[in-house]
């Protein structure tokens, strides 16, 4: 048993007591059927029937006080377990001079072969809890891991710290197949961008996913210690008959354990199938895009109230300010403004010198940028750095929204209000659009594939662009989702001073919004010909394999499986 990122050894500590235990049951139950004469001989060979010992474990740790600790650890646990079988067995059982000890090897465990530490061949299991780091939180050390482990291709350095460990145990385990291995990690290395770099290599080098537990809430009582988003996933270097998933319907309570036919890196019961970074749009849809980046310093954007002084000063500014909307603007309410200058007479900018002294500042903050493609912009301070403003009405969806959300809150915008760079856009979108994206079918996908920023999805065009639309709807199936979408819009029409988060918490949503959402999930899923879904799991595998159906010339073999528009102006 070997714990290559141990720390004080819980993950040890825990096997061996539990091993133990299980030893004790069949001491037990051998014990219970013996004769009279074999109980007696049993008891005399306790010492010889008891096979489990700490030498059997071992670990890397790279500080050296946890190292000790984890080492003490295994032998109080196995005095306590001693202690037990004493207990159970009548008789005084010790293993007193200690002759054997764990293993724990003190070092960095990225920079030390596994084999030196445990030869693979003499390995059954590999398993730990390495460390939590993201790509943009590694200090100099890590980084230089990273490196040593993945190489400078690029694409790796927006990996999580431990991908490193998953490269290691892959690696060693070659040397031995039957190991079986399982992490905790955060679930960002399931979900996002990081699914294509990392289990692109881990599959290429023959792994499978045997089991796994999505998404759960994990804390420890250690003081500043905040809860973070985990995943377990269980893997070798071959196949393995029966394979589990467990569901979490709450990530803080217990999960429901699924039976599996086969389990993605997106951990669910489908083909092993990597979304790629799509950007190219689907031909037929419209484009999904950022909105527009000022990269002004904040000279060009207005709160409520600088809107209001600017315009005691200037009130002719007035018609060069629009509303500025980003994702926290459109879910939580709130306006923010900016001087969108674009096409303004110089005559008229110099006649306005608050203005004139804001355009100055973002000129200033552009040239001082480490961007080049920024600096060059210091000669146009009047315009956004990035203008991807539709002329037509459109589609806003926020690129993060809360993962407590069922629904991502999207809306229709009028083309006067300014998108900001925080948000998703989609111009051109029809009520049909605007109703599959406000279903459970994609907000099922997305929740599966979106990445995560902390534990909130973040929408990105990928997400959009791998999407499995339903194939061919019917123009009645078309007319049934674009009535239903409708609804949903007019339902959120009866509530005016509500914000989309207060419609879409999951305790507040008004129960005429949730009738509107069920009956267009409905018309949804008649389009993709299937219903009566009996969770997200089951509606995401639906749509994985439709997506390889899309992107394959291949047959999919599936497995068995226990307009009136409202606007923001």
Request: charged content about 20%; proline content about 6%; glycine content about 6%.
């Amino acid at each position: 048993f070997f714990d290559p990122a141990c720390g004080c050894g819980n993950f040890l500590v825990i096997a061996y007591r539990e091993l133990r235990l299980l030893e004790l049951e069949v001491l037990r139950a051998s014990r219970d059927l013996a004769d009279a004469y074999s109980r007696a001989l049993f008891d005399v060979n306790l010492h010889q029937q008891i096979n489990i010992d700490v030498d059997q474990f071992y670990g890397i740790e790279i500080e050296e006080f946890p190292a000790q600790i984890a080492q003490v650890a295994l032998w109080l646990m196995d005095h306590q377990m001693n202690l037990r079988v004493s207990e159970e067995f009548g008789m005084y059982f010790a293993r007193i001079p200690l002759k054997r000890t764990p293993h724990i090897h003190h070092g960095n465990a990225l920079m030390t072969d596994w084999n030196d530490v445990l030869p693979a061949e003499r390995a059954s299991y590999v398993f730990g809890n390495p460390p939590f780091v993201g790509h943009q939180w590694r200090n100099a050390e890590q980084m230089t891991d990273m490196e040593r482990i993945w190489g400078n291709n690029g694409r790796f350095g927006r990996l999580d710290y431990v991908s490193c460990w998953y490269r290691k145990a892959t690696d060693y385990m070659k040397g031995n197949p039957p190991i079986s291995c399982a992490f905790v990690s955060t679930n960002s290395i399931c979900q996002g961008e990081q699914v294509g770099t990392l289990w692109g290599y881990l599959l290429g080098q023959g792994a499978h996913i045997h089991f796994a537990h999505r998404t759960f809430q994990w804390s420890n009582e250690a003081r500043g210690k905040a809860a973070v988003h985990c995943v377990i996933v269980g893997f070798a270097l071959r196949e393995s008959a029966g394979k589990t998933i467990f569901e979490y319907e709450d990530v803080r309570g217990e999960p429901l354990a699924v039976q599996a036919t086969n389990i993605n890196p997106y951990l669910v019961d489908a083909p092993d199938v990597i979304l790629p970074s799509r950007t190219a749009t689907p031909p037929g849809l419209p484009q999904l895009i950022k909105g527009s980046q000022p990269t002004d310093g904040g000279h060009l954007i207005l709160a409520e109230s600088e809107k209001d002084e600017l315009l005691a000063l200037e009130p002719t500014a007035k018609k060069w300010l629009r509303l500025f909307i980003g994702g926290d603007e459109l879910i939580n309410g709130g306006r923010r403004w900016c001087l969108w200058l674009k096409g303004i007479n110089p005559a008229e900018l110099k006649v306005m010198p608050q203005v004139m002294k804001r355009v100055t500042a973002v000129a200033e903050q552009r040239r001082q940028s480490p961007t080049p493609s920024v600096r060059e912009f210091a000669e146009q301070p009047t315009l956004f750095t990035q203008d991807r403003q539709p002329a037509n009405e459109y589609l806003a969806v926020p690129e993060v929204s809360s993962e407590t959300r069922r629904f991502i809150p999207i809306a229709f915008l009028s083309p006067k209000v300014i998108a900001s760079n925080k948000l998703q856009i989609v111009e051109g979108a029809t009520m049909f659009h605007f109703g599959i994206l406000c279903s459970t079918m994609h907000n099922a996908w997305m929740r599966t594939v979106a990445g995560r920023l902390e534990s909130r999805y973040s929408y990105a065009p990928s997400v959009y662009n791998n999407f499995p639309w339903p194939a061919q709807p019917t123009d009645a199936q078309r007319k049934k989702i674009e009535a239903a979408a409708q609804a949903v819009l007019d339902a959120r029409a009866q509530f005016p001073d509500a914000t989309l988060a207060d419609l879409y918490d999951p305790l507040t949503m008004p129960p005429v919004l949730v009738k509107a959402h069920q009956k267009l999930d409905a018309a949804v899923d008649k389009a993709y010909g299937k219903t009566g879904f009996k969770s997200d799991a089951e509606r995401v595998a639906f749509l994985f394999e439709r997506y390889q159906a899309l992107t394959s010339l291949l047959p999919v073999v599936t497995g068995k499986r226990s307009r009136k528009k409202s606007t923001l102006t």
